[in-house]
């Protein structure tokens, strides 16, 4: 059983910077692959990121590219998401999430936090 705890989240104005942690109980800190996934209100559970289990390898979704970072600790067993330049949109609550999936793969994701509200006003 892995248990994933958000952090960070909070409110900040249209252009500024948050960065979230999610700090994993796991035996190996990279053991799995970590993403970040964000759900607004009356939306869908969407993905924002995701990286590697030695954080070589990122992806993001087109929505968050060139503002949001992923990153990984895996000797903290603490995975990051930095976020610049910040936009109303990206009003949601955050989610990490663990993957034993292999990259490259069709990701299944296996333990899921309880979320980090994230509020940007305009």
């Known amino acids: 059983q892995v248990q994933l705890v958000e952090s960070g989240g909070g409110l900040v104005q249209a252009g500024g910077s948050l960065r979230l942690s999610c700090a994993a109980s796991?035996?190996?800190?990279?053991?799995?692959?970590m993403g970040w996934f964000r759900q607004a209100p009356g939306e869908e559970r969407e993905f924002v990121a995701a990286?590697?289990?030695?954080?070589?390898?990122?992806k993001y979704a087109d929505s968050v590219k060139g503002r949001f970072t992923i990153s990984r600790d895996n000797a903290k067993n603490t995975v990051y998401l930095q976020m610049n330049s910040l936009k109303p949109e990206d009003t949601a609550v955050y989610y990490c999430?663990?993957?034993?999936?292999?990259?490259?793969?069709?990701?299944?994701?296996?333990?899921w936090g309880q979320g980090t509200q994230v509020t940007v006003s305009s």
């Open positions: 990286v590697s289990r030695v954080g070589s390898v990122t």
């Open positions: 999430a663990a993957s034993s999936s292999l990259w490259g793969g069709v990701l299944r994701w296996d333990y």
């Open positions: 796991v035996r190996r800190g990279n053991g799995y692959i």
